[in-house]
């Protein structure tokens, strides 16, 4: 079992950028496939982001272009870089983790995670 904390929310402009960071603790350095997922208000949660072990990564067409993730394994630290944020963007964001496969499988379905953060607040007003 991983343990994630999530930091780096806040409020931002439309058009502006955020980083947000997950930190892993318990953590086996590159065995786990990681994703960024986001859930606004009276909708249901939605996959971002996702890295696998190999550092391969996909993402949500909304996003595509705009956010990267990235992972430091010597820092047990997933990353999600936000850019070009929109009102749409708004959410609250959570990382999660899973260890099958070895973590060489990419994938931003919620089912396929077992571990997951408490989330970090974005706001993006126009």
């Known amino acids: 079992q991983v343990q994630l904390v999530e930091s780096g929310g806040g409020s931002v402009q439309a058009g502006g950028s955020l980083r947000l960071s997950c930190a892993a603790s318990?953590?086996?350095?590159?065995?786990?496939?990681m994703g960024w997922f986001r859930q606004a208000p009276a909708r249901e949660r939605e996959g971002v982001a996702g890295?696998?072990?190999?550092?391969?990564?996909t993402y949500a067409d909304p996003v595509k272009g705009r956010f990267t993730i990235s992972r430091d394994n010597a820092k047990n630290t997933l990353y999600l870089r936000m850019t070009h944020l929109s009102p749409e963007d708004s959410a609250m964001y959570y990382c999660?983790?899973?260890?099958?496969?070895?973590?060489?499988?990419?994938?931003?379905?919620?089912?396929?995670?077992?571990?997951w953060g408490q989330g970090t607040q974005v706001t993006v007003s126009s």
């Open positions: 890295i696998d072990s190999l550092g391969r990564t």
């Open positions: 318990d953590y086996t350095g590159s065995d786990y496939y």
């Open positions: 999660a983790a899973d260890s099958r496969s070895g973590g060489r499988y990419l994938t931003i379905e919620a089912a396929k995670y077992s571990n």
